[in-house]
């Protein structure tokens, strides 16, 4: 994995500044000043390399750990035909129990979140 370009500390380095607590007895705050991060950067790799070893301060992937939820399609058939006789979002959320985000989100998609987009 490639290191982001403004990345303070290699996973190597993490290692060593919680040895460095943990064996010569040195105070978190002060090893956080001296590579300049802040003390809850600190205890949050302590905290990880206490559960699961030193693996644990390996770069994390920041990607979404999920995909976004969608309308079936069932559902989104349902929203449009709604939307077609002018029923509001809100309505529409409550007929359907699905959250506004995601109803909103494929409205927009299918070009339906503005009244003049609708047929006369």
Do not use: Y
Request: proline residues 6%; charged residues 30%; positive net charge.
């Amino acid at each position: 994995m490639h290191p982001h370009p403004t990345i303070r500390l290699t996973p190597i380095d993490r290692e060593r500044l919680i040895r460095q607590h943990l064996d010569q007895g040195r105070c978190l705050a002060e090893l956080a000043a001296e590579n300049g991060i802040s003390e809850c950067t600190t205890r949050k790799w302590l905290a990880r390399f206490r559960s699961d070893g030193p693996a644990a301060l390996a770069d994390q992937c920041s990607i979404r750990r999920s995909q976004r939820r969608r309308l079936d399609p069932e559902q989104q058939q349902q929203a449009v035909e709604l939307k077609h006789q002018r029923c509001s979002l809100r309505r529409i959320v409550r007929l359907l129990l699905a959250p506004i985000s995601i109803l909103a989100r494929a409205m927009r998609r299918l070009g339906l979140n503005r009244l003049r987009n609708l047929n006369p």
